[in-house]
């Protein structure tokens, strides 16, 4: 919202020597966040220019400039005539005009400066009103003073910014949308009067006493309307007066263009002026129709099935359902209600009869329909926000008395005005719920003084407090907002910044201090941590070769996804981190490794009952609704692509591969003290071939890593043989629960080797589990250090050779550690069948 400062002064007294910084900081101190300064932006001479002579050149491409001679006075330092080339013909010897002189720097940046063209020296500029940055009448001549200021005594040399108002500044605010009657500068004005203390007199008090009442002669109008959303009617106010007899060549009068155009709304014509006007002095959006186009009373109502209507853009719009219309005897669509007329009844340059009408609408209405239709318009967004339902008589009379003024109109005496009124709502308030809210002690007379300040009428049993808000707040609903209003006008700068102390015995849980010591293990050898946005598509489960009975396809879809390309919840987080390394790799990158820990959808979604908002439901509902929540785990991800150990003058590097991936499993499993085992899975989407499932002691699988199955690598448009992994993070952190210490011993060590023959189906890390357990409490360590297939092992058949490490708390004796390692021995004989080689 632009304000310019002279048109707020009318409202609310503003300091003559007031700028616009200061205007600005005033109302930042009542929440309305400044946004710009404009205005002031001509700098250097520009003066007020008698025409001495003026003598037309016709050049050799057929165009006739002037070579004109104008009394500048003393402004260009030696009193002498200035000589300046122009191009426009509208002005003659005598005329009072504005020129420019070298020096000045005209909106944009504009440098003057003398210069020679058409042969002669022109030392300056005669100015027309878009060069100015002023609104044009349409001419696009030069200015001509006596014309615009009519009576005013002028002299050679003077100041013309002062005279033309391009000394004014304008304050450009935000408005946040539960402030919508700051959208006019009668809001803003109320404003201002609250952090300054200023003197404000409310424009539309004077005008509601002007404004005749309604009469049973006026123009017809009937609401025909229930919102089929909810109770409230879409229409609960519509005021309708007529002016007759306009000149549809009357001019809309500068000082409106001007401010029209401060304001950031261009001129169009006096009729649509003024209903503009009116909408940013008051906060009512006015709508303008010929008269002489209407045929029957004017019928708001729904629009029906297969409507249409040619909106003023010159767009053919299919209506919906929803949409509140304005109509012609209920049959020919008018206009979509509080968002943009029709073609066929908008005024035109030969219009001489208006309807002006100043309505109330529905907030909710016009929101849906300016959305449906894509028209964010001036109105709608007032209206969306609530328009004050008192406001329109006072709105009909200002934008009646204007045109009757400016457009020589008559008035017509009947008057409609169908209203509705709305219940007004009565807030309950304690005069110290304030105090105890915000932190500040507020007697109770500041809180009552500040609501009667805004407008509320407050009754006062004791230190209860009855509170009705002001028409023009429908923001004001409950409580909470009455203490934010108290907050705001006896100053957010009173309010102290107090830091809470923080509670002594606190960490971080185990899980926190389990997913640092997570991310920080990948890290430091090498990952970079990313965060993606926890959805996917319906494809992606396609790309990763995901089964069609998958239990990871079984997900949640979002009522309202941020990208309909990606409407679902993820279910795993490999996906995310796999789009992102094909993005740095199409970026050029070649060695990439990435990871990623966050949550994941594991399980279908219940059904649970919804509860309108603002009342709690109850406890046996909220346990409903928590159990129909889907399981939330957070998994851990990663990938890697191109070479592990670089390459260089010392020799070949050797490429990222599925033991890498592995590596990274173990690294975080040996950072939490968790066992984990690793045996040969088949898991997409990896290769068959290179996946390895990650497990638990207790037979818990989760998750698996590896290098990615080939036709996903052509999915995704990756290169090479790229390498990852997945695991439940929240699992394998609640399986470190508390590790302790263990002492080191101060005994040797003693190592046995042992090499098994088995079926090649069988899994080296099962083997090596059931060594494990089967070799008694003094086995320290065990590793599988050696893997053979060939002919010295038969068809079928594999060698696997462990080395086994045993320490007790003594010297340990030969013959009892082979004892232990030939009890193994025998368990793997028993559970794979496994065959010692060389017994």
Known sequence: MRV???WLREYVAVPTDARGVDVAAALVKVGLEE?????????????????????????????????????????????????IVCGAHNFDAGDWVVCVLPGAVLPGGFEISARKTYGHVSAGMICAADELGLPDDGSGGIIRLSEILPGVEL????????????????????VTPDRGYCFCIRGVAREYSHSTGAQFVDPALALAAKAPTATGSGFGVEVDDQHPMNDNLGCTRYVARIVRGIDPSAPTP????????????????????????????????LHAFDVDTLTGPIVVRRARQGEQLKTLDDVDRSLFAEDLLITDAGEKPLAIAGVMGGEDSEVSDSTRSVLIEAARFDPTSIARSARRHKLATEASKRFERGVDPELA???AQLAVDLLVEFGGGTADEAVTDVYTPLVRPVIELDADQPSKVVGVDYTCEQVVSVLEQIGCAVEQPGDHLRVTPPTWRPDLTTWPDLVEEVARIQ??????????????????????????????????????????????SEKSFDLLGYAANDVRRTTVRVANPLSEEEPLIRTAVLPNVLDALRRNVSRGQHEVALFEHGLVIAGPAGRAPTYPVGTYPGAEAVAQIEEAVPAQPRHLAWAMTGEQDHSGWWGKGRSADWADAIAVARSLADALAVPLQVRTGAVMPFHPGRCAELVLANGTVIGAAGELHPKVVSALGLSGRPVGGELDLDALVAAAGNPQAVGLSNFPIVQSDVALTVDSAVRAGEVLETLRSAAGAELEAIELFDSYEGDQVGQGKKSLA???????HRTLKTDEVNQWRDAAVSAAGRVHGAVQRGA
């Open 155 to 174: 002299t050679p040399g003077q100041d013309a910014l002062p005279l033309l108002g391009l000394d004014r500044e304008t304050v450009e605010i935000n």
């Open 802 to 808: 462990f080395r086994m490490t045993f320490r007790g």
């Open 254 to 285: 500068a000082w409106m263009a001007t401010r029209l155009t401060e304001a950031g709304m261009r001129p169009i014509s006096l009729a649509v002026d003024i209903t503009n006007y009116v909408m940013l002095a008051l906060g009512q959006p």
């Open 491 to 536: 100053g957010y700068a009173s309010i102290p910044s107090i830091v809470p102390a923080a509670p002594g015995g606190r960490g971080l849980t185990d899980a926190q201090r389990g997913r640092r010591i997570a991310a920080n293990v990948l890290a430091a050898q090498g990952f970079t941590e990313i965060w993606s946005a926890p959805f996917v």
């Open 393 to 395: 008589p006072a709105a």
């Open 35 to 83: 946004e710009g300064i404009h205005g002031g932006d001509i700098t250097g001479p520009l003066v007020v220019g008698r025409v001495i002579s003026k003598e037309p050149e016709e050049q050799k491409n057929g165009k006739t400039i002037n070579w004109c001679q104008v009394d500048v006075g003393d402004a260009n330092g030696n009193g002498e005539p200035q000589g």
């Open 4 to 6: 310019p400062i002279d």
